[in-house]
Nanobody, 121 residues
Framework: QVQLVESGGGLVQAGGSLRLSCAAS????????MGWYRRAPGNQRELVAT???????NYADSVKGRFTISRDNAKNMVYLQMNSLKPEDTGVYYC???????????????WGQGTQVTVSS
């Protein structure tokens, strides 16, 4: 089993910044793609940003130029630096990881419990 633990959420005023962190631990051979998703009140969960093990990134159009995803492969951690935050960025942010447990097993998807981000206007 693998656990993903997020941290760094909170309340911030519009225009402010927050940095989210997510640590993956447990039975890990390697971690492939990692990412951040969010669920705003009344909406479905949506992609925010992803990053491959090699460092290739992908962002939702709504956060391009404001958010930066990065990772530390040695620590199995992923980060999301969020700048110029807007009230519409409010939601629960979830960490995601594609984990391979051994050379002979296919990858599995894991999710964190989520961390609340609230941006006040």
């Amino acid at each position: 089993q693998v656990q993903l633990v997020e941290s760094g959420g909170g309340l911030v005023q519009a225009g402010g910044s927050l940095r989210l962190s997510c640590a993956a631990s447990g039975n890990i051979f390697t971690v492939n793609a990692m990412g951040w998703y969010r669920r705003a009140p009344g909406n479905q969960r949506e992609l925010v940003a992803t990053i491959t093990r090699g460092g290739s990134t992908n962002y939702a159009d709504s956060v391009k130029g404001r958010f930066t995803i990065s990772r530390d492969n040695a620590k199995n951690m992923v980060y999301l630096q969020m700048n110029s935050l807007k009230p519409e960025d409010t939601g629960v942010y979830y960490c995601h990881a594609e984990v391979i447990h051994s050379r002979i097993q296919p990858l599995k998807n894991y999710w964190g419990q989520g961390t609340q981000v609230t941006v006040s206007s």
